[in-house]
């Protein structure tokens, strides 16, 4: 099957009591044991309604097995959780979603989890590779700079060193990014932005192999972070539409970028599909689309980032992404708002730098709603 098929056909609870064609929505929390060969409950992450939509992500990532959480947050803290003891080392690609940057920077020294930061570059990983080193963990395109990582380097380099791979695929979905058939053993989600993408919804999710998933269920269970039936079906219900919705949103993102670069009072777009941009071409190999998120610089001296989104009419301000609808924010007061401005001034985050997730809207509508915000 095609991954368009596969948001609509794989997984899913046919009701053999009504025929029904959609997963009813399960709510009990107890289940009959008796001549059973598994104990079903919600924190053992194998519902009916778990299990429906579960099978349908790891069929589009192409992983054998998928976990549901409540939050991506859940996700990736129970997955590096399962895999860091200590006495380990990680390695970690230095440009990433500031919660799991947070993560991992206050809590790892307690937990005696030794880590090295590494540019976001496949040689930089391999210099940082110890012999203690477990777990790689990599995010591409990055937030907010859309900065690329070469997937199948990083995975042959961790192979090479006995090291499980984890990618963050939150910005591309699996519908510009499958990173499992590119090497890659763990894939990660924040369901609440592309997976579920009505703005409506906290979740995340882990795809793996059925080996690596029965480790992650081990430690899930301890730690609980299950998600509830009626997400469950909100998710599978978002997920009929995943292709539709990305495909439409990367497209959009392309016109976007292309019109932005022509404006004369933006003075930068990150947006690796286009030709100038640095990871244009390793994003042209691992990714089927380019995304739906880019990120722009207004020239400073036409009016400040608050101004210009108050000046919006379209275009919601919004600090999550993933949406039907476009929103934008400034990440030097939100995202990066923590990094010190030295720093962000270093790696290209400028306080007028826009990031831009691009909806299913008319392109046109989106691009009048900029031409407009910015004529002064
Ligand atoms: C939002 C986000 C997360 C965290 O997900 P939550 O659902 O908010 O816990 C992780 N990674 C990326 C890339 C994100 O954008």
Known sequence: MKIETKCVHAGGYSDPLTGGINTPIFTSTVYDYIDRDATVYPRYFNTPNQEAVAQKLSALEGGESAILFSSGMAAISTVMLSFLKAG??????????GGTHAFITSHFEDLGIAYSLAALKAEKIAEALTPKTRVIYIETPTNPLLNIIDIQEVSGIAKNAGAITVIDNTFASPINQTPITLGID???????????????????AVITSAQLAERIRKTALSLG?????????????SLM??????????????????????????????????????????????????????????????????????????????????????????PATTSHAKVSPEVRKRIGISDNLMRLSVGIEHPDDLIGDIEQALLI
């Open 225 to 237: 972070g299950n998600m509830n039936a009626q997400t469950c079906y909100l998710l599978e219900r």
């Open 88 to 97: 380990d080392h990680a390695v970690i690609q230095d440009e990433l979603y």
């Open 186 to 204: 763990i894939v990660t989600h924040s369901g609440t932005k592309y997976l579920g993408g009505h703005s409506d919804l906290s979740c995340g």
């Open 241 to 330: 539409t995943l292709a539709l919705r990305v495909e439409r949103q990367t497209q959009n993102a392309g016109v976007i970028a292309d019109h932005l670069e022509n404006n004369p009072n933006i003075s930068r777009v990150n947006y690796p599909g286009l030709k100038n941009h640095p990871g244009h071409d390793i994003a042209k190999k691992q990714m089927t689309g380019f995304g739906a998120m880019l990120s722009f610089e207004i020239d400073p001296g036409l009016m400040n980032a608050k101004t210009f989104m108050k000046r919006l009419k379209l275009i919601k301000p919004g600090v999550s992404l993933g949406g039907v609808e476009t929103s934008i924010c400034d």
